[in-house]
Each structure stands twice: as structure tokens, then as C-alpha cells.
């Protein structure tokens, strides 16, 4: 009788080995039985983690059956495409078997450390521990992951679910990840208490439909040449990062996180990376007359990649601009005035629609549409940001 099914090992096959030698359970998977020349028989996963070839036992037959055997090697490499050792995963878990499980603040601080390098900018992980902190830790940091109940998950939304709907909602997400990753851990068992469908959904009201669209607040574009001119007044890096954003209709973390190598000036074009823009692909911004004006007149700290550079040489802080909007008294965040720019577009040009929006850097919602325009209509944005220039000055 063969041990072997199509490449694969078969429960019936590997009850008749007897031979002492290890049997592949086929294909990649890293699975084997092996018969020692003693007669002991066991489960072995054999798998590859930073060049270093290792072993785990998954136990011994017929204690631990293929199919365990199976689903063991399937949980471990779960983790290994996580990047996480599954030997030292089941070291923490028995240690912490023995100190009486763990905690969903311990939990939830593991799983954004593992997570961490998944989240393309430093403020998405930010994020997560500052809503998981505040909401989450105070209610269910102290109960073991196994313990927490439906209740237990809705007790941390309710406070927030009518006023607050969308960090409610991002929130129930981040623990019913936590708590998933709690289960891949072997740290619980069961069904996801933060699960919203046929759970969740049957303890709190749907969330409303027409809920209102935080929009930021923006300045007037009939006002906007007034509030250059005084802006041209004030003093400071912060003032002048504030007026190349508002010359590029650039976002505020694009233009602080500028560097001296993206700026061409020869062929007055500003090109952003992928990995600083919102949408994760490469975005190039036409540089007006006004904008490369501005750039000419800056200095240049030496040392520093910044193209806006704090006081002793590091990243321009968000704050630093925001706070220009306040000194000015004018009711707009540096935010608002990319709506500003796109209220003039639609008011005063005659540009058309994918012009605008492509000068924002926004992101086609019609998948068909995306795949069809393949040109970022650079030079018809050129024309247009120097007519913005002229309209700002």
C-alpha cells in the first residue's frame, strides 16, 4: 500500500510505514513524517527564514494525526509570511499558558509591532495605537483575549457610535484584527467578538447613511489674491511652505516632506515618489514661474535634504504650517486650500474635470476609466498651474 495519494501522504498510507526515513507530504508545504531508527514517528516542518534553514516538531503520531499535522504546518506558515518565527511564537504562547494567557493590551501592542513595516506611512501606525490606547485598552486592556465578549467590544463603541461614527467604525476593525490575530496565535478560540456582520450588527444601530462629510475649511477663492499678498508679509520657513502648497495645490505632508532632489528646476517639475503620496503612485507637479521664484529665494540649510526644514535641520511639523493659518486670523487649515484651488478651477476655467482632479493628485473611482488614461496630462496642468500662479499673485 502506498503512503502517498497524488504526491500527497494519506492517512491510511502513513499508519503502514514502517521504514526509518522521513515522507514528504508533497508539493511546498514543508510537511514530513519521519520514523526514527528507534520507531518513534513524528511531524516535522521544515521551512526557510532569513536564509537559515530550521526544523519544528508538530508533535508525535498518532497523537497528532495528518490532518492536525496538517493544519498545524498551515498556522505556522500563516507567520512565517508575517515574518514571525513560529518556534518563537509557540515559546511565548507556552510561557504565557503558564502566567495565565494574555491580555488585549499586550496583544494589541504584538500585533501593531508585527504589522508595523505594512502601513506605508509612520502616521497610519500612529493611528492605530492612538485609537486602540484611548478607546479600546481602558475597557478590554486587562481581560484575557480569550475571555472578551460581544458586550465586552460594544461597551468600547457605544460611547462613540452616535457622535463619532467613523472612528467607531475603524475601531471595531482594528480589534476584530487584533482578536484574529489573537486566534492565528492560538492565544483564543471562536468566534470573532468584534465581527460586525450577524454579531455586532444585532447590538448596535446601523451606521447612518447620511451621515454629514467632515470637509476641511477653506478659504473663499475671490479672497485668495488678498491673502497671498499679506502672506508674502510674514516671516518664517512655515510661511513659505504655506505658499508653495497653496502654488502646487499640493497636501500639507507632500510639500514638508519635499526634498531638493525631487525639485528639477531646469525643467520645473517637482516629481513626489510613490511612497509619499496618498494614492501610492508617482505624482509630477508643474512648477510655475511664481513657484520656482519662491524656490530660488530659499536658503539652503547644508546637511539637510529639506526643501522646508525646521529650525535645527529636521522635517517641517504639520503644526508649524497650520499655526501660519491662526497668527493670520483667516478661518482655513493649509488643507482647505486645495479646495480653494479646485472651487477656482471650477468657477474660472474652462479646464476640464480630469485636468483639475489630476492636478490634486486624485484618484480615478472608475476603474475603467483609470486603466484607459494612461497620460497625466502634465502639460495642460502646466498651463493651468501658471494661470493659478498669475490668479494667486
Not at 504655506?242 to 507632500?254: D, N, P, V, W
Not at 513626489?272 to 540649510?301: F, N, Q
Not at 474635470?353 to 493628485?361: D, F, P, S, T
Amino acid at each position: 500500500m502506498t503512503a502517498h495519494k497524488r504526491g500527497r501522504l494519506t492517512a491510511r498510507g502513513v499508519s503502514a510505514l514502517k521504514e526509518p526515513k522521513r515522507y514528504g507530504d508533497g508539493g511546498r508545504s514543508g510537511l514530513w513524517f519521519q520514523i526514527t531508527k528507534a520507531g518513534n514517528r513524528s511531524w516535522v516542518l521544515r521551512f526557510m527564514l532569513y536564509g537559515r534553514a530550521r526544523e519544528m516538531g508538530l508533535g508525535p503520531y498518532p497523537e497528532v494525526t495528518l490532518a492536525e499535522a496538517r493544519e498545524l504546518a498551515l498556522d505556522a506558515r500563516r507567520l512565517l509570511r508575517r515574518g514571525i518565527d513560529p518556534i518563537d511564537a509557540r515559546k511565548r504562547r507556552k510561557a504565557e499558558d503558564v502566567a495565565g494567557g494574555i491580555v488585549f493590551a499586550e496583544a494589541a501592542r504584538r500585533y501593531v509591532a508585527d504589522h508595523r513595516a505594512e502601513w506605508r506611512h509612520p502616521k497610519h501606525a500612529a493611528q492605530w495605537v492612538s485609537t486602540l490606547e484611548n478607546y479600546a485598552v481602558p475597557v478590554l486592556g486587562a481581560l484575557d483575549v480569550g475571555s472578551i465578549t460581544p458586550a465586552n467590544v460594544v461597551d468600547v463603541l457605544r460611547p462613540l457610535w452616535g457622535e463619532k461614527q467613523e472612528t467607531a467604525s475603524r475601531l471595531r476593525g482594528r480589534i476584530e484584527r487584533v482578536l484574529d490575530w489573537c486566534t492565528t496565535m492560538d492565544y483564543r478560540s471562536g468566534e470573532n467578538p468584534a465581527r460586525w456582520k450577524a454579531n455586532l450588527d444585532h447590538l448596535l444601530p446601523k451606521r447612518s447613511k447620511g451621515r454629514s462629510v467632515r470637509h476641511h475649511p477653506a478659504l473663499p477663492w475671490g479672497e485668495l489674491p488678498v491673502f497671498m499678498e499679506q502672506l508674502r508679509e510674514v516671516g518664517g520657513m512655515g510661511a513659505r511652505a504655506l505658499e508653495f502648497l497653496i502654488f502646487t495645490a499640493a497636501r500639507s505632508g507632500e510639500v514638508r516632506g519635499a526634498t531638493w532632489e525631487e525639485i528639477d528646476i531646469d525643467a520645473a517639475t517637482w516629481t513626489i515618489p510613490a511612497e509619499r503620496m496618498k494614492g501610492g503612485r508617482e505624482h509630477r507637479v508643474p512648477l510655475s514661474d511664481a513657484a520656482l521664484a519662491l524656490l530660488g529665494a530659499l536658503t539652503r540649510l547644508e546637511g539637510s535634504p529639506w526643501v522646508f526644514f525646521a529650525p535645527r535641520g529636521g522635517r517641517l511639523y504639520d503644526m508649524t504650517v497650520s499655526a501660519v493659518c491662526r497668527r493670520m486670523n483667516v478661518e482655513a487649515v493649509p488643507h482647505g486650500f486645495r479646495s480653494t484651488f479646485r472651487d477656482w478651477c471650477a468657477e474660472t476655467t474652462n479646464y476640464p474635470r480630469e485636468v483639475c482632479e489630476q492636478a490634486l493628485a486624485h484618484v480615478n473611482a472608475d476603474k475603467v476609466e483609470a486603466a484607459y488614461r494612461r497620460s497625466d496630462l502634465f502639460e495642460r496642468r502646466r498651463a493651468l498651474m501658471q494661470e493659478w500662479a498669475a490668479f494667486c499673485a
